[in-house]
């Protein structure tokens, strides 16, 4: 939300556009409407969600206000429903995070981790997409390394923050040899990162470089390996340049569109990535260079990641252990 909000706001200064800020009282559909149409009252009339949580609100709104351009960031056809079909005032962008997922466990287990920990938020598809990647890359490093005593520890919240009954299982994770968990969803992180810091141990931010998030909640530096990173600022800001400034909204209407790869040679051209700079813990086990390759490879399909969330985590793994511990909550 908050780097939604960030491009939205940038893009309007840059371009000398009105921008507002509405938010919804309530985590519900019915508010949510009411401030889309509180923003059409106002003479709104480009109007960005984020997150899946938009989909019945787009349904109930879209359809009546035609002359409204509609965006929305990982909002999905299934988070639309069945039957609905998109108009020609909605373009939604929904990524792959199962690719930035593997990139972040292969990474992981390149640079010398062994034990690791998926903590996702609530198994909506999204999440879910992003710890099955994790599984697949981290089994891949291990493979590729010839280990066998790789194992990892899988895990929903039931929920998009952090608390204390999350965090006593992550103290349990760390004190039983987890060393790095990948928290992703929302601000579940703080349980991870509580945890971690009294073990002195390491986790894996998602959807932005959350290397200085994290350290700022934790007021330790250095506890980030990675983090697996989806384009939501370039998607955003990209988008409504090409849609406002560009007039270009054809290219855009009535689709649901998959961001992934765009490149097989700069990494950080693609809409899913992990930190090329500070935000990743490079070394000589896994380098930049390293990082460039395997992005090639999976760019030219040599290296391919299942996205069917119909599965299990334990599926994807082949020489490495994974204990699927359900959901915490919920």
């Given at each position: 939300?908050q ?14 556009i009105?921008?507002n800020?509405?938010k919804p009282a ?9 401030m889309i ?31 409204v351009?509609?965006i929305?960031?990982?909002?999905s056809?299934g ?8 108009p020609?005032?909605l ?33 909506v598809p ?8 994790f ?21 929903y ?5 952090g ?14 040899g987890t060393?790095?968990v ?36 934790a007021g ?13 600022y ?28 765009v ?14 700079g500070?935000g ?51």
């Open positions: 939300n780097t939604t909000y960030e491009a939205c706001k940038a893009f309007a200064e840059d371009n000398s009105e921008f800020y509405f309530g985590d519900n559909t019915a508010d949510r409407v009411a149409e509180k923003a059409v009252d106002e003479g709104y009339n480009v109007i960005v969600m984020p997150g899946y949580a938009f989909g019945g609100a787009i349904v109930e709104t879209a359809p009546k206000f035609s002359d351009k509609f929305a960031l990982d909002v056809a988070d639309l429903g069945d039957g609905f079909e998109v020609d005032n373009y939604c962008a929904v990524y792959q995070e199962e690719l930035c997922g593997y990139m972040a466990g292969y990474a992981a287990v390149k640079l010398g981790y062994k034990n690791l920990g998926f903590l996702g938020g609530m198994a999204a999440v879910v997409r992003y710890g099955y990647g599984v697949q890359g981290v089994d891949a490093a291990a493979a590729d390394l010839g280990l066998t005593d790789v194992s990892l520890n899988y895990v919240g039931g929920q998009f923050f608390d204390a009954d999350i965090t006593a299982v992550m103290d349990t994770w760390y004190a039983g060393e790095v990948f928290a992703c969803g929302g601000g579940i992180y703080t349980s991870a990162v509580d945890a971690a810091k009294k073990a002195d141990a390491k986790v894996i931010g998602v959807d932005v470089d959350q290397a200085g998030v994290i350290a700022g909640y330790v530096e250095g506890m980030t390996v990675t983090s697996a990173m989806k384009g939501l370039p998607t955003t800001y990209d988008t409504l340049t090409d849609v406002i400034v560009n007039g270009n909204w054809d290219a855009y209407k009535g689709k649901i569109a998959t961001l992934g790869l490149s097989g040679d700069d990494p950080e051209l693609n809409y899913v990535q992990i930190p090329m500070e990743t813990q490079w070394s000589d086990s896994f380098t930049q260079d390293d990082y460039k390759a395997m992005v090639k490879d999976m760019f030219d399909g040599k290296i391919t990641v299942s996205n069917d969330v119909s599965k299990a985590p334990s599926d994807f793994a082949t020489v490495i252990a994974v204990e699927d511990q359900g959901a915490i909550k919920g």
